[in-house]
């Protein structure tokens, strides 16, 4: 009989932040400092956003303090009223953006294989009050960007994209930040680049980005104008200068991340009742998560099982979507949050498991908790 794996003498969280020498980032605070130039778009700010909009090729990105505000600034930005489409399988920021520009969510089932919006059921939700989709590139996996761009052409609706797990995500080698009229990424701790806290809206209509930048400092036009009502999303020196070297650092973040999820891939794919989430084979993986989908019909144990008895183990994965938004008190009382709507995104939020994914977690990391899966659900 195979022995009991051992658990890890530290917690394995689902993931774990890049971190820079803090010499490094000692030095460049040496630099704000002499400088006396906090916030308000000082140099290393300038310097962050042309060096992601390069990273990206994204020709307008603005830079904000996190991807929250950023949402909540697209939206200010298009003008967005009434209903926006959106999915309930997400974190509870995209709809609470959409409550705090005072539109009502309404909640699209997804697709069974992406998990994002699923753009074949959009066109049935939308209504006279209907003016924009805010859909979510779940993991880092497209949308179907072209039908959902089909259907907001039709109804002259605006496309908002929260690529929140996207950072580097290509279809087809196009970036992510190509499509629709908005883009949001995050930049927060948990996600492949970050700058503790932050985020920025990528745009491709210069206009738009000029909107955003006033909407971020107050509409504050000169000292004396201030011309929209406008909020403080504004990054601050401390967290460019923090961005700039984890920049550096981010490939090979990437690199030990596809790594790792080939372990996953190749050992996971042979346990009973469980798959792996799988980007498609045109798109350039963001490497964000790691998701597997179990399926307690075939499986010796439920995906919530499965979750308590990692932990004994001293892995912690996370339910990255559950409870879906549409169940938040605030919003389960909407007719789209019925659950007989959102069949595919209630599935979704039993089965999904996201394992810990993050370089210094190392493929010999990976290969010892699939020795733990093995050991839970094939014995
Ligand atoms: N849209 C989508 C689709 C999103 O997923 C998110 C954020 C947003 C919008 C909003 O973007 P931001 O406004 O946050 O820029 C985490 C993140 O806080 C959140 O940014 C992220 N999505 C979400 C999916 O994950 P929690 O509540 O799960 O975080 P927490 O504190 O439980 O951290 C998860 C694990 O990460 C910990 O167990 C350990 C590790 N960790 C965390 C932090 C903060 C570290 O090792 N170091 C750290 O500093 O939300």
């Known amino acids: ?22 010499a490094d980032y000692n030095a460049l605070l040496e630099t704000v400092w002499d400088s006396g130039w906090l916030t308000n778009g000082g140099r290393q700010h300038q310097e962050l956003e042309r060096a992601l909009s390069a990273y990206l090729r994204a020709p307008h990105l603005s830079l904000f303090n996190n991807g929250t505000i950023a949402l909540i600034v697209a939206c200010q930005a298009l003008g967005v009223s009434g209903e926006v489409i959106t999915t309930p399988f997400t974190f509870p920021a995209t709809p609470h953006v959409l409550s705090w520009n005072n539109v009502t969510p309404v909640f699209c089932d997804v697709d069974p294989e992406t998990l994002c919006i699923d753009a074949s059921r959009i066109e049935r939700l939308v209504t006279g009050r209907t003016s924009a989709i805010l859909a979510v590139h779940v993991y880092g996996i497209p949308c179907a960007v072209e039908a959902i761009q089909q259907v907001a052409d039709t109804y002259g609706l605006k496309v908002i994209y929260d690529g929140a797990h996207a950072f580097g995500t290509e279809i087809d080698g196009q970036p992510i930040t190509d499509f629709g009229d908005i883009t949001m990424l995050s ?9 503790a806290e932050g985020g920025a809206l990528a745009v491709r209509d210069e206009k738009l980005k000029k909107r955003i930048d006033l909407l971020k400092n107050f509409g504050i036009k000169n000292e004396e104008e201030v011309i929209l009502p406008g909020i403080n999303g504004k990054m601050n020196e401390l967290q460019a200068a923090l961005g700039l070297l984890t920049l550096k ?6 690199r030990e991340r596809s790594r790792i999820a080939a372990v996953y891939r190749e050992r996971l794919s042979r346990l009973p009742g469980v798959r792996c989430v799988a980007v498609p084979e045109n798109v350039r993986d963001s490497h964000q998560y790691f998701v597997i989908r179990v399926d307690a019909a075939v499986a010796r144990l439920t995906r919530d099982e499965l979750y308590e008895r990692m932990r004994d183990f001293n892995v912690f994965p996370r339910k990255y979507f559950y409870p879906l938004c549409s169940e938040y008190n605030c919003y389960r009382s909407l007719p789209s949050a019925a659950p007989e709507n959102l069949p595919q995104a209630h599935r979704a939020a039993r089965e999904v498991l996201s394992l810990p994914l993050f370089s210094a977690l190392g493929t010999d990391g990976a290969a010892r908790i699939c020795d733990i899966l093995d050991h839970l659900l094939a014995g």
């Open 1 to 22: 009989m195979a022995r009991t794996p051992q658990p890890f003498s530290d917690p394995i969280y689902v993931t774990r932040p890049m971190l820079p020498p803090l």
């Open 187 to 195: 930049f927060h701790a948990t996600k492949l680049f970050h700058t």
């Open 249 to 254: 650092m981010v490939e090979e973040e990437r």
